[in-house]
């Protein structure tokens, strides 16, 4: 069975700091990895994910997440913290071809401190 | 851009009745919607597939004759909270695959908010 884990219910970071929010996986094959955001009371916004090619993946509003296979990790990181970006952020695994089920870690609640 | 609708965003309801929610692709034809259900400060747990023109495929545990889902079109997907109780009452949210599989990330639609009381 695939799994996710987000190892932490929070992560507090100053504003202009950077910020990296923590993601394992367990997939059979090889791992499609998404990384969505939720605001209060909304449905999720697609970010960025990794289906092939280079590790390093770029996504909307300067997010980035590192594809490490050996470490099954999909961290999701951005340079300089915004206070917009606290949200509460999902990581979702499922494997590759057709359609697959998505199965979605527990979620991290980002908190930008002004 | 792929979008999903759902509607209606927010609803409250008696105990016993019962409560249809739908989503909707708008600009492309989802052949398979995906309900979930999400607890306060939780993950979104997958309560069903829906496939157009067959019958939904059920997570288990998930009462197949609490949670009825309609896949009647390409476009239009409803899930019917039947008999309702107030431990139904949760963050309900859509979304679909496009079918080009150009995209492989699913898209959401923004919630349904469902209060029995």
């Known amino acids: 069975a695939q799994s996710v884990a987000q190892p932490e219910d929070q992560v507090n970071v100053a504003e202009g700091n950077p910020l990296t929010v923590k993601c394992t996986y367990s997939?059979?094959?090889?791992?499609?990895l998404f990384w969505y955001v939720q605001y209060p009371n909304r449905g999720l916004q697609f970010l960025l994910k990794?289906?092939?090619?280079?590790?390093l993946v770029k996504g909307s509003y300067g997010f980035e997440a590192e594809f490490n296979k050996s470490q099954t990790s999909f961290h999701l990181k951005k340079p300089s913290a915004l206070v917009s970006d606290s949200a509460l952020y999902f990581c979702?695994?499922?494997?590759?071809?057709?359609?697959?089920?998505?199965?979605f870690g527990t979620g991290t609640k980002l908190q930008v401190i002004p | 851009g792929a979008v999903v609708s759902q509607h209606p965003s927010r609803v409250i309801c008696k105990s016993g009745t019962s409560v249809k929610i739908e989503c909707r692709s708008l600009?492309?034809?989802?052949?398979?919607m995906f309900w979930y259900r999400q607890f306060p400060k939780k993950s979104l747990m997958l309560m069903a597939t829906?496939?157009?023109?067959?019958?939904?495929?059920?997570e288990q545990g998930v009462e197949k004759d609490k949670f009825l889902i309609n896949h009647a079109s390409l476009t239009l997907s409803t899930l019917t909270v039947t008999s309702a109780h107030p431990e139904d009452s949760s963050f309900y949210i859509c979304?679909?695959?496009?079918?080009?599989?150009?995209?492989?990330?699913?898209?959401f639609g923004p919630g349904t908010r469902l209060t029995v009381t």
């Open positions: 990794y289906i092939t090619g280079d590790n």
């Open positions: 997939v059979s094959g090889n791992p499609y």
């Open positions: 829906s496939n157009e023109g067959s019958k939904a495929t059920y």
């Open positions: 979702a695994v499922r494997a590759s071809g057709g359609y697959q089920k998505v199965t």
């Open positions: 600009d492309f034809q989802a052949t398979t």
């Open positions: 979304s679909a695959n496009h079918p080009s599989q150009r995209d492989h990330e699913q898209y």
